[in-house]
């Protein structure tokens, strides 16, 4: 049976927060509120975590997952960013967008994508996301909560817990969230690629 954690959108409660944190660290799949739609996270190094993700996205392994960092600095961490890729991230996050980027040695080849060696990125605005990574330490390993069959993401969090009350270990209710997921941008090439349009604006990429 899920947790259901009711928190405040824009102060949520460090109690709460925690209690989350300490679920992901402990192996288990949440479900937490983004500025585009609700999303599922786990910890990056959890195998186990990650493929009951695509079990429940029934993804594949060429599905591309998001880091989800606190900032820039964190973000770098985890992809090679050179310095015309620095200006296009300073200038959109935190924010709806996803860039993917050349993935580093810290990320676990299982999360790449499989022949590029590329992971998708963001720095998120919801100020429950930014407090759940800013209490874990480190980047959650994320993707959409879309599930198979639907168009949009749900926007409710108490419905995700009922439709996921098996599946997930917690569900964070930030409120509710639009059904626009990330803009995706590929910054892997000489000029910024528009892969998805979404809840950015992708104007701020020079598209």
């Not at 695509?54 to 599905?63: E, G, L, W």
Request: with cysteine; glycine share 8%; hydrophobic share 40%.
């Amino acid at each position: 049976m899920a947790l259901y954690l009711p928190l405040h959108p824009d102060n949520p409660q460090p109690r709460l927060i925690k209690q989350a944190v300490d679920i992901v660290r402990a192996g288990g799949v949440i479900v937490y509120p983004t500025e585009s739609c609700y999303a599922l996270g786990c910890q990056l190094g959890d195998k186990d975590a990650l493929e009951r993700i695509r079990r429940i996205r029934q993804v594949d392994d060429k599905h591309h997952f998001t880091l989800v960092c606190r900032d820039l600095s964190e973000l770098a961490t985890y992809a090679k960013v050179d310095n015309r890729q620095y200006r296009f991230l300073k200038s959109a996050m935190p924010g709806a967008f996803t860039v993917i980027l050349q993935a580093t040695r810290e990320v676990p080849r299982r999360v790449m994508h499989a022949k590029r060696s590329t992971i998708g990125l963001r720095v998120p605005q919801n100020a429950v996301a930014q407090a759940l990574l800013e209490e874990l330490g480190e980047p959650l390993l994320s993707s959409t909560l879309l599930l198979p069959g639907e168009e949009w993401p749900p926007t409710e969090g108490w419905e995700i817990s009922q439709q996921l009350e098996h599946q997930v270990e917690a569900v964070l209710d930030g409120g509710l969230c639009g059904t626009a997921v990330t803009t995706v941008i590929d910054l892997t090439e000489a000029d910024p690629v528009l892969i998805r349009q979404g809840a950015g604006d992708a104007a701020v990429f020079g598209l």
